[in-house]
């Protein structure tokens, strides 16, 4: 069932397993800043599609989270979000208290948690690591949330040492590499991608996708796809995505000079706005290639989501990227900001049948599938539920 209360935040509760059967455990309250809604329908669908999974491992799960964006100032969105969770947090005694992000969410976990002396997980996705470590205020007090979690998840092995490394854990304390998982079920091989999408069957195609901000590297991207269509190794380049950035890397596509063809590149780059996800499992299963140049990165699960559609990868040696792209089957890792190096090794995988990349880069994918990756984060989950209980910090386990 669905409830919102106030109407500015969701408030969804649906039935696990252990929920169904009475079991009392892995029984959540999950709090994210990000989380789809009719206008963004892909803002934070990760975390959406995790607490599904996290149901079908079993868990009970309500979830507050934002639903409307445009139309508040961004201390009232986090006031009434975090009223929100206080209120559910008493009103339905869960086990744990589970917040995605550092900032500000960590900070709305602990008000929770405590407001009911319930344990809280927290996790860490990327860039919210950077915002944490602001000298401001709310800041602050999200830094002391991190070192008051019983636990803290990371999505990736990088991120997590840098937390570390930044001093945001208490000593000790329990930590874990969890990312979110990837939708096999949606993303996975799409045969007659080219036809659906009105592709040439030997166009050779280069992808990106993802938000158009610096952090990206898609600069770096549209500037190595120049010297792969000057040379004569790639045809096209498609873009998928919405940002800042958008207006200045189109004046960038349009300005490359393709060289010996004449022109410009800008006819071979495709700008396309962000799209559903099972249209962007036939943009990577159209794609020979898809690249993420990130000059930071929390994981890059884009990367995993390509490689369900059987198409291997060319990332940057940042963050969590080297744990997907792990061996050579899958895709090519170099330096970020390199454009010479990017386009030698987009011209490398091109160079290579990708039909002899698929089966590795579905089995890579399928290893960190979002059922997966559920059945780890539950493990966490009851971890803490267990401790908390034998502390006697849970007044009722069955609530």
């Given at each position: 069932m669905s409830e919102a209360k106030p109407d500015a935040v969701l408030v969804d509760v649906r039935l696990g397993e252990a929920g169904r059967a009475g079991a009392g455990t892995?029984?959540?309250?999950?709090?994210?800043?990000m989380w789809p809604t009719?206008?963004?329908?892909?803002?934070?669908?990760?975390?959406?599609?995790?607490?599904?999974?996290?149901r079908k491992a079993g868990a009970e799960v309500a979830v507050v989270a934002p639903r409307r964006f445009a139309r508040m100032p961004v201390p009232l969105r986090y006031l009434l979000l975090t009223l929100a969770a206080v209120a559910e947090v008493l009103r339905r005694r869960?086990?744990?208290?589970?917040a995605h992000y550092a900032y500000p969410t960590a900070l709305i976990g602990l008000v929770a948690a405590r407001s009911a002396r319930r344990p809280l997980v927290l996790v860490i996705h990327g860039t919210d690591v950077q915002s944490v470590l602001r000298r401001d205020p709310v800041a602050s007090l999200c830094r002391r949330a991190l070192r008051s979690a019983d636990a803290v998840v990371a999505v990736s092995?990088?991120?997590?040492d840098e937390a570390r490394r930044s001093s945001l854990f208490?000593?000790?304390?329990?930590?874990?590499?969890?990312?979110?998982?990837?939708?096999?079920?949606?993303?996975?091989?799409?045969?007659?991608?080219r036809q659906r999408l009105g592709l040439d069957a030997g166009t050779r195609i280069v992808a990106f996708a993802g938000n158009l901000v610096p952090t990206k590297g898609v600069d770096v991207l549209i500037d190595a796809f120049g010297r792969l269509a000057e040379e004569g190794h790639a045809d096209v380049l498609v873009i998928i995505g919405s940002g800042p950035e958008r207006e200045a890397l189109e004046i960038q596509a349009d300005s490359t000079v393709r060289g010996s063809f004449g022109g410009s590149v800008r006819e071979s780059i495709r700008f396309v706005d962000p799209v559903p996800a099972e249209v962007l499992a036939a943009w990577f299963s159209a794609a020979d290639v898809v690249v993420l140049p990130s000059r930071r990165e929390g994981l890059g699960l884009v990367l995993l989501e390509a490689m369900a559609c059987g198409t291997p990868c060319v990332g940057t040696r940042?963050?969590?990227?080297?744990?997907?792209i792990s061996h050579d089957e899958v895709g090519v890792?170099?330096?970020?900001?390199?454009?010479?190096q990017l386009a030698q090794a987009i011209a490398q995988v091109l160079a290579r049948s990708k039909d002899g990349c698929t089966d590795a880069c579905i089995r890579r994918a399928r290893a960190e599938s979002c059922d997966a990756k559920a059945r780890e984060m539950l493990a966490v989950i009851l971890a803490v539920e267990r401790a908390a209980t034998?502390?006697?910090d849970l007044d009722s386990a069955a609530g």
């Open positions: 892995g029984r959540v309250l999950l709090i994210s800043n009719r206008r963004r329908p892909m803002f934070g669908i990760f975390v959406a599609r995790h607490v599904e999974a996290l869960p086990s744990v208290i589970v092995a990088a991120l997590l208490a000593s000790p304390q329990l930590t874990a590499v969890v990312n979110m998982g990837v939708d096999t079920g949606v993303f996975k091989p799409v045969p007659d991608a940042v963050g969590g990227i080297p744990e997907i890792l170099v330096d970020p900001d390199a454009p010479e034998a502390d006697g």
